[in-house]
């Protein structure tokens, strides 16, 4: 079904397209949510009429936290990240960085930890500017021990506290690669350290 919709919305005129679309947006909760239906949400928020891509990423933006830990309707916010620019992540910043009283934390660490979200929020700290970068590290680092816990949200915790990896915003903590350390000296290999 989603095949010839996606073929409608690209090559028919648009007498024939406005219906589609229409009916796409109505349900763009299910549709974005499909195997193959968030293709299509992906092309109207990258191709789409400004007022149907308005529409479509407003919709991303509301459900962002469940979007972003969704394992099809994440590929419609990865699209929107790649494609919305610096508009579009702010947007996504303040709604998963905000405090909400039914949740303990933010749903900015339920992402990172999350097998789906924690590449959304790896992409974020490796391509957005300094300053969200530094956003997302810094509540990051605020959650390191649940973070180091889960097999996915340690990998975004590496890229917020690892001084080998460039993406870690800030100056690095340790020592840069290729540079020299200073010398110790050997212990005796023969007796063990504590022979002279």
């Known amino acids: ?3 010839p919709i996606s073929t409608t919305i690209e090559y028919s005129l648009m007498l024939c397209q ?3 679309i229409e009916e796409v947006l109505q349900s763009i909760d299910i549709v974005a949510h499909g195997q193959f239906g968030n293709w299509c949400i992906q092309h109207i ?3 789409g009429a400004p007022a149907d891509r308005s529409r479509a990423i407003d919709h991303v933006i509301r459900y962002a936290s469940e979007y972003s830990m969704d394992q099809f309707a ?3 916010v990865e ?3 790649k494609i919305g620019g610096v508009d579009f992540l702010g947007r996504y910043l303040d709604r998963v960085c905000e405090g909400r009283l039914d949740r303990p934390r933010i749903p900015l660490i339920d992402i990172a930890s999350d097998q789906y979200g924690n590449y959304l929020i790896q992409y974020i700290l490796q ?3 300094p300053q969200h970068r530094e956003i997302v590290a810094s509540h990051i680092r605020k959650h390191m021990v649940s973070l180091r816990g889960s097999k996915f949200g340690s990998r975004v915790g590496m890229l917020c506290t690892n001084p080998a990896i460039q993406t870690r915003p800030g100056p690095g903590a340790g020592p840069t690669m290729g540079a020299s350390a200073p010398r ?3 212990p005796n290999a023969r007796f063990g350290p504590g022979y002279r």
Do not use: F, T
């Open 74 to 76: 994440s590929k419609v």
């Open 45 to 47: 928020c990258e191709h």
């Open 184 to 186: 110790m000296p050997q």
């Open 127 to 129: 391509h957005s500017n």
């Open 79 to 81: 699209k929107c990240l």
């Open 18 to 20: 406005r219906p589609c």
């Open 1 to 3: 079904m989603i095949l």
